[in-house]
């Protein structure tokens, strides 16, 4: 390939990689590191929670914090029950992009078990009213438990074009085993973060390059006719 046909090459991949880089923004979410208590302190302000008033499997403690002062732990000794914490009405921008991402660090302790083998994290996608439009669910227990005592940062993403999107909500939720009396045994949340960014669906990248070539080839023209008349 000579140095010509390989700039135009570079023009057309460097063009795909910028149309598909991430330009977006960091959504507003309330008390993301769990730091502020709730009517209860067991509970973060701006969290909701399943049954809050039953003290289920879940809450706000200052032993599962990544950063700062707290962070929420669903007990492993609370046999079978759910531990379950989302937040609601945390507007998107309009057109600010149309891959929603909901980020958290976890942590297993050696001897978490949960129930049926799963520790879910959920992202909704809402329209105006609060009905759901899309929902995608990763499952991070494998993932945590094959790195138990460290932290790790887990994601799960939705690309969506549906102009209807007005919020978005973080769901997480879990269900503890009692593992009997061997400690450590919870698992650990801190520290949220919900991005709004532009993407290429799938199926576009090869399009795109395309494009970018032919960008290249039109600009690679323009030059050289503008070379040749001012040396003419
Ligand atoms: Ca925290």
Partial sequence: MNRQR???????????????????????VEN????????????????????????MGIGRQWWAKRTGDWGLALYGWNAGDYGTAWQNDIAVNGGG?????????????????????????????????????????????????????????????????????????PVLWSQAYDSGDVDPRSFYFDDVEMTQ??????????????FGIALAFLLRGSALHDFRRKTS
């Fill in 6 to 28: 390989g700039s135009i090459w570079g023009c057309g991949l460097l063009f795909t990689m910028t149309a598909m880089s991430a330009l977006g923004s960091v959504l507003h």
């Fill in 32 to 55: 993301p590191g769990f730091e502020t208590a709730g009517a209860d302190s067991e509970y973060a302000a701006n969290w909701d929670y399943y049954e809050p008033e039953l003290h």
């Fill in 97 to 169: 992009g149309n891959r929603y991402t909901f980020s958290i660090w976890g942590l297993a302790e050696e001897n978490f078990v949960s129930a049926d083998h799963f520790v879910n994290i959920k992202i909704e996608l809402k329209n105006s009213s609060g009905t759901v439009l899309e929902e995608e669910t990763v499952n991070i227990y494998a993932a945590a438990k094959a790195d138990p005592g460290n932290w790790n940062q887990y994601s799960v993403s939705i690309i969506s074009e549906n102009p209807d999107i007005a919020f978005v909500t």
């Fill in 197 to 210: 960014e532009w993407a290429v669906p799938e199926g576009s990248t090869s399009l795109l390059f395309i």
